[in-house]
């Protein structure tokens, strides 16, 4: 933003704000003269409420006042937030901090092998290829066959013709029964 559009940026708040808050004393003192006449005239006999307009225009007035000053003051408003917020946010990272060191403390913890070294989960990859149902063994995905215990890892479905898991009763695809 160049000093030209931060002039005219500038201007254009200072009458937002003049013209919200000259509207929202308009408002109000119309709100007030409405309510005045309204709840003067219910305790006299015979006479009509001259003003109660005054009433209804005072509301609007009221409304577009404050938002107007609102658009105006939303740098001061949201500067102001931050100001309350940000200490309370870094207040509580101090309170939660011995939390979150003890929970990953417990986590290193939990990674740690039986001699004491820690174990890099980043760096091991999960194994590829098909598990056994009956043994946990990790087979090459081509196989039909367990290499160590010699179970069947999966079964086609001979309704659909869909691969199944080895220990499946049913097939998933079709609600068939595998054999």
Do not use: W
């Amino acid at each position: 933003m160049n000093e030209e559009e931060k002039k005219r940026h500038e201007n254009i708040k200072k009458k937002l704000k003049i013209t919200g808050t000259i509207l929202l004393v308009i408002g109000i003192v119309c709100e007030i003269a409405g309510m005045l006449d309204i709840f003067l005239v219910a305790n006299s006999q015979g006479r009509m409420p001259s003003l109660f307009f005054l009433a209804f225009l005072g509301a609007p007035l009221i409304m577009v006042g404050i938002v107007m000053l609102i658009f105006a003051c939303r740098r001061e408003i949201l500067s102001y937030t931050k100001n309350e917020v940000v200490p309370v946010v870094n207040d509580a990272a101090q309170e939660l901090t011995p939390a979150i060191k003890s929970v990953m403390n417990a986590v290193k913890d939990g990674l740690k092998t039986e001699d004491g070294a820690i174990e890099d989960t980043r760096t091991t990859a999960a194994p590829s290829g098909t598990v056994c149902p009956a043994c946990g063994a990790v087979n090459q995905p081509k196989n039909k066959f367990c290499d160590k215990c010699g179970v069947k890892l999966f079964k086609i479905c001979p309704s659909c013709g869909a691969k199944q898991e080895g220990d499946d009763a049913f097939c998933g695809e079709c609600g068939a029964k595998l054999d």
